[in-house]
């Protein structure tokens, strides 16, 4: 049974910075992608970023890049999101997912992880 467990969120001020882990077991493929996508209230939930497993090529919402990086621990099963120059804007719970190929949906999800950013 495939887990994804994301953890580090909290309330921090704008400008900093925070690191959100997820950790993936269970797996018994390898993953075509992980992904961070986030929802704030009231709000769908919308894609953040995304690593490919295979060689680490990535990818961003234009409203996080140059801020967000995205990085995977293939040995460990595990991405990361480093949240640099935070915003309140930025204040939603964040969730990881992968998929098992290219244009399939997202199968796994997490339970979230709530990051508060106050102004």
């Known amino acids: 049974q495939v887990q994804l467990v994301e953890s580090g969120g909290g309330l921090v001020q704008a400008g900093d910075s925070l690191t959100l882990s997820c950790a993936a077991s269970g797996l018994t493929f390898s993953p075509y992608n992980m992904a961070w996508f986030r929802q704030a209230p009231g709000k769908d939930r919308n894609f953040v970023a995304v690593?490919?497993?295979?060689?680490?090529?990535?990818g961003y919402v234009d409203s996080v890049k140059g801020r967000f990086t995205i990085s995977r621990d293939n040995a460990k099963n595990q991405v990361y999101l480093l949240m640099n120059s935070l915003k309140p804007e930025d204040t939603a719970v964040y969730y990881c997912?992968?998929?098992?190929?290219?244009?399939?949906?997202?199968?796994?999800w997490g339970q979230g992880t709530q990051v508060t950013v106050s102004s």
């Open positions: 690593i490919r497993w295979s060689d680490g090529n990535t």
């Open positions: 997912a992968t998929k098992k190929r290219l244009g399939s949906e997202y199968e796994y």
